[in-house]
């Protein structure tokens, strides 16, 4: 993940703050606490976080997973270059 400009975090803070109460799956590819640098301030970061933590029900995954066994196979002696 990238840091976000402000446009995007206050979209992203009116998307969640919507569906408060409703429905909504998040796969978090960081902890909480990695994700406030991601904001323009650490305000918009707090609050966006709280609406999210406040009525969820947190899931802890541990184990490999499962992207990796769905990668291509790369072809043996493959190189990435075209022939020619």
Sequence with gaps: ??????????????????????????????APQDRCPLFPTSVVAESLLDRLISNSHQLFMNGAGYRPN????????????KAG
């Design 70 to 81: 769905q990668r291509p196979r790369a072809a043996a002696g493959n190189t990435g270059k």
């Design 1 to 30: 993940m990238r840091g976000l400009i402000p446009p995007q975090a206050y979209d992203l803070y009116e998307l969640i703050t919507e569906r408060a109460g409703r429905s909504l799956i998040l796969p978090p590819d960081r």
